[in-house]
């Protein structure tokens, strides 16, 4: 997949110099690590091994600190809001970018915008897989699309919120599809998931790293993948391209942020920090058993890789448009 994304360059955030040499020995206290959604999902994956490696490397605690809601709005903007220190960071998903368009959709103001964080590092970027629960009657993407438009909106899904990722990409999927499914929005993937494994909703599109225990397990049938290619723990499942639905693409991806004015000194130390933490093998192992392996983007490349990500699901927002 190609590296991209937006927000501002960390070269281009003001400072005092005063400020700057105050910061040098950044830190001496504890850092809170944001997860915008309940435990159990991507984000929150994400964040517990790369706090555990940054409280090695930085010799302070890295407390993660769940603030879910609103699919991922709460966290975020309290993040956006937060003192620009280097002490509260945010371990997002690329509906980030997503929840200020939708407000747009609305007429209403956003509550933060892309502008107030300033991008740490990508640490995974996977994509998202179609779930149905073991004992639901398709076995393969066609049986699922004959079934949905054999009944149109009578197949639940779940979701993390609305114009979350997993709404985002379920969307994406249906109107390729022509067909019509019905969404229940959730806190958060993980009360996601608890729905479909207790068959309350019927399907589910999510990352592999909160899949494939569940598959293991055979509680779980994953039919396909928004991947441009097959996800390597789930080698026999295709992706929608291979079905002939080119522009069904969609990654959830996990990154690390600062408020957008955090002085450059501590931004430094913290892509430092993250450039050694996707290689502690303790990280990597928690991520490879997941199977949601290390992806990781310094600062620079990671702003390249948001704004492509971001500019391919802004358009599919547009096309979802209003979801009262």
């Not at 928690?286 to 702003?303: H, N």
């Amino acid at each position: 997949m190609h590296r991209r994304t937006l927000l501002t360059a960390t070269a281009a955030l003001p400072f005092a110099g005063a400020a700057a040499q105050a910061q040098t020995d950044y830190p001496t206290r504890a850092v809170t690590m944001v997860v915008a959604f309940p435990p159990g999902g991507q984000a929150d994956l994400a964040a517990r091994p790369t706090a555990a490696a940054l409280e090695r490397i930085l010799r302070q605690p890295v407390v993660v600190q769940n603030r879910g809601g609103a699919a991922g709005a709460i966290g975020n903007t309290h993040v956006a809001r937060s003192a620009p220190d280097g002490y509260t960071l945010l371990m997002a998903l690329s509906s980030l970018a997503v929840i200020p368009e939708a407000e747009k959709l609305f007429g209403r103001t956003p509550p933060y915008t892309v502008d107030q964080f300033a991008p740490i590092a990508l640490v995974n970027a996977d994509p998202t897989m179609l779930a149905v629960p073991a004992s639901a009657p398709w076995r393969t993407l066609e049986e699922f699309i004959a079934a949905a438009k054999a009944d149109p909106g009578g197949i639940p899904y779940g979701s993390s919120g609305n114009y979350g990722t997993l709404h985002v990409a379920m969307e994406m999927f249906a109107n390729a599809a022509g067909i019509r499914l019905l969404h229940v929005p959730f806190g958060g993937a993980g009360p996601a998931i608890t729905a479909l494994l207790s068959g309350q909703t019927k399907a589910m599109a999510s990352a592999p790293g909160t899949l494939t225990q569940h598959a293991r397990d055979g509680r779980i049938r994953v039919l396909a993948c928004w991947g441009k290619e097959r996800v390597p723990a789930f080698p026999d499942v295709p992706t929608f391209m291979e079905k002939g639905f080119s522009n069904v693409e969609f990654y959830i991806w996990a990154g690390l942020f600062a408020p957008a004015a955090t002085p450059a000194p501590v931004i430094q130390t913290l892509r430092t920090a993250m450039g050694q933490a996707v290689r502690d093998p303790q990280l990597v192992q928690a991520f490879t058993a997941a199977g949601a392996p290390v992806a990781y983007l310094d600062a620079p490349e990671f702003q390249r890789f948001f704004e492509e990500d971001s500019a391919r699901l802004l358009r599919a927002v547009q096309r979802i448009g209003k979801v009262e």
